[in-house]
């Protein structure tokens, strides 16, 4: 198949725009609730309290809405809204509250993520998604490791974008393990303890000094 629209020309009224974002809300609950393969355009539309024929006017087929769904999904990781951190120079601080922001969108997200990754193992559109998402944490999470750099703050000889890969992975694999994976995950480790755990290790890896 061809790779699923992630921006349609978006409605140029108030109004579509509602009943496209009614139509993406009930898409993920439609998808959540039978899986991908045996959520129905129906179903969708139903959910939604729309005729079919509405969701034609917003959307091709499934792909194309399952990619809408996903994109909100994304951006709810990609901008999770970091809590207020007392002292901003406080680098171990800012760094577990990032942390912490992106797990609370993993838990948000559990199911859909879930989803996600069963569909792009066997779609080659919706991998590229999960790929274009990877490298766009990469490039963000590298250029706030060259910041800390640049101030001293973090090891010089560390290469930015590969100590940002390695430490996004880690990040990333453990949180989908622990809202994903079996229930043993998360009795044996407390979300505190995870969100600590994963801060320590990223500026423990960055040998960013306790004093800061």
């Not at 490039?139 to 101030?151: E, K, P, Y």
Request: glycine share 6%; charged share 25%; with cysteine.
């Amino acid at each position: 198949m061809s790779r699923p629209r992630i921006a349609p020309t978006p409605p140029v009224t108030a109004r579509g725009v509602r009943t496209r974002d009614r139509l993406v809300a009930a898409a993920r609950v439609v998808f959540e609730r039978e899986g991908y393969l045996d959520a129905r355009l129906v179903d969708i539309s139903k959910e939604a309290g729309l005729s079919t024929g509405s969701f034609y006017t917003y959307f091709t087929n499934k792909e194309e809405v399952f990619a809408a769904v996903v994109e909100v999904t994304q951006n709810d990781l990609l901008h999770p809204g970091m809590g207020r951190v007392a002292d901003e120079g406080d680098v171990h601080a800012v760094v577990e509250a990032s942390i912490r922001a992106y797990l609370h969108a993993c838990r948000r997200n559990a199911r859909l993520l879930a989803l996600l990754e069963q569909v792009a193992h066997v779609d080659p559109a919706f991998r590229e998604l999960e790929r274009s998402r990877d490298e766009t944490f990469y490039r963000r999470n590298a250029r706030a490791i060259a910041d800390l750099q640049d101030r001293g703050l973090a090891d010089a000889s560390l290469d930015p974008m590969l100590t940002s890969k390695a430490l996004s992975a880690m990040v990333g694999r453990m949180a989908y393990s622990y809202f994903v994976g079996p229930p043993s995950e998360r009795r044996s480790l407390t979300f505190e303890q995870l969100t600590a755990g994963l801060a320590r290790m990223w500026t423990n890896a960055l040998r960013v000094p306790d004093c800061v």
